[in-house]
């Protein structure tokens, strides 16, 4: 097991990789414990839940959303929680999103940490301290930062995921050797059959180098004013596919990447053969690497980005492969560029 720490501007979290769900005990508060999940993991999982009060919420995106979180605050106070109550969202990052925002929220802030679930979670969702919900279809507008105190990464829980799910989870992976190391992508490279196979030595290896990653930024820029910014690579224009397609987030994020990618080149920064590397990587981990949206589709949805700052927005280039960089680009100018290097 091995463990990193988030230095949050409130308080410190500890991320767990290669922890066994068996340990989560060491970890919890004395007093009353209620855990958070979804459906799918509670029937996959029981006895993992034994001795906890459960709060069961609906798996998929669409109960990522205000009603749930009511409904959840309502269960609470039938279990009555108290400011003492420790709560455990225990699943993927929707189930960590969710119970990360009802914490810090309910009785203005209960203590909480995770059990991730999806390879996903363990590589990002869960790690960071961003939680929240979906309004009027515009996803996790209404969230808090704040960080849990733990995030249990047990290979072992990944063993249950859909071919599709750990895919998604690659997605990301993926994403972080491209912004920051370029050693953690050759390993990708030579490894790609044990990775995808989920070999334990090889994915704890994958979700460490992950989160070193992430807590490496989240600890330069807790609340995304610049740093961390590097994290929404592939994530502008795999926002705007995931919203209109319905693909996974994963899936979304490959296409976004390879776009980005195709565009740094165009800003003159990486080579075309580093596109070619970036994209053949992220084909191998049986990745989507293109659309058939239209350009105009995918820009009319992306200006609904919330991240959007005035007609600027925040994109994220690759400078080299392991290097990124993000810079201001003006809407139009997007626009222009999207048409160039859309075929
Ligand atoms: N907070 C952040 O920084 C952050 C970052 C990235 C993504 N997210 C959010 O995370 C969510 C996506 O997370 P996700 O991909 O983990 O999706 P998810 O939580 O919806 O899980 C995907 C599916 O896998 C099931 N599942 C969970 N654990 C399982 C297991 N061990 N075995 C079998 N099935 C299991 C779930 O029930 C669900 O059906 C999105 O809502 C996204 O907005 C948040
Ligand atoms: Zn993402």
């Known amino acids: 097991m091995k463990e990193l720490i988030i230095e949050g501007r409130n308080s410190q979290s500890r991320i767990l990789v290669g922890e066994k769900v068996a340990n989560l005990g060491n970890y919890l508060p004395a007093g009353k414990v209620v855990a958070i999940t979804d459906e799918n993991v509670i029937a996959l999982y029981p006895s993992l839940f034994n001795g906890f009060e459960t709060i069961i919420i609906q798996p998929g995106e669409d109960h990522k959303n205000g009603l749930t979180v009511e409904s959840i605050y309502n269960d609470l106070l039938i279990l009555e929680a108290d400011r003492s109550t420790f709560v455990v969202g225990f699943g993927g990052g929707l189930v960590c999103d969710i119970a990360g925002y009802v914490a810090s929220t309910y009785m203005r802030g209960l203590r909480f940490g995770f059990v991730s679930s999806t390879l996903l979670s363990q590589v990002d969702a869960s790690v960071g301290g961003k939680n929240g919900v979906n309004f009027q279809g515009f996803k996790n507008m209404i969230g808090t930062f704040n960080q849990p105190e733990f995030v249990l990464c047990d290979p072992a829980l990944l063993n249950t995921l859909p071919e599709k799910e750990v895919r998604s989870g690659f997605g990301e992976i993926i994403k972080h050797s491209l912004i920051a190391d370029s050693g953690m992508l050759s390993f990708l490279e030579k490894n790609r059959e044990k990775a995808l196979s989920l070999h334990p030595e090889v994915i704890e290896y994958l979700v460490f180098k992950?989160?070193?990653?992430?807590?490496?930024?989240?600890?330069?820029?807790?609340?995304?004013?610049?740093?961390?910014?590097?994290?929404?690579?592939?994530?502008?224009?795999?926002?705007?596919?995931?919203?209109?397609?319905?693909?996974?987030?994963?899936?979304?994020?490959?296409?976004?990447?390879?776009?980005?990618?195709?565009?740094?080149?165009?800003?003159?920064l990486i080579s075309s053969e580093e596109v070619r590397r970036a994209e053949s990587l992220i084909e191998s981990?049986?990745?989507?690497?293109?659309?058939?949206?239209?350009?105009?589709?995918?820009?009319?949805?992306?200006?609904?980005?919330?991240?959007?700052?005035?007609?600027?927005?925040?994109?994220?280039?690759?400078?080299?492969?392991g290097n990124a960089s993000v810079r201001s680009i003006n809407l139009k100018e997007l626009r222009t560029v999207l048409e160039k290097i859309w075929k």
């Open 285 to 321: 981990f049986d990745l989507p690497t293109t659309t058939k949206l239209g350009f105009d589709a995918v820009f009319n949805q992306l200006t609904k980005d919330k991240k959007r700052d005035n007609n600027n927005i925040h994109f994220v280039m690759l400078e080299n492969l």
């Open 210 to 268: 992950s989160v070193e990653i992430k807590s490496a930024i989240v600890n330069l820029d807790e609340t995304e004013k610049g740093e961390r910014r590097k994290l929404n690579f592939g994530h502008t224009l795999g926002h705007a596919i995931e919203s209109l397609t319905g693909q996974t987030h994963g899936e979304s994020v490959a296409i976004g990447m390879v776009l980005a990618a195709r565009i740094s080149n165009l800003y003159g």
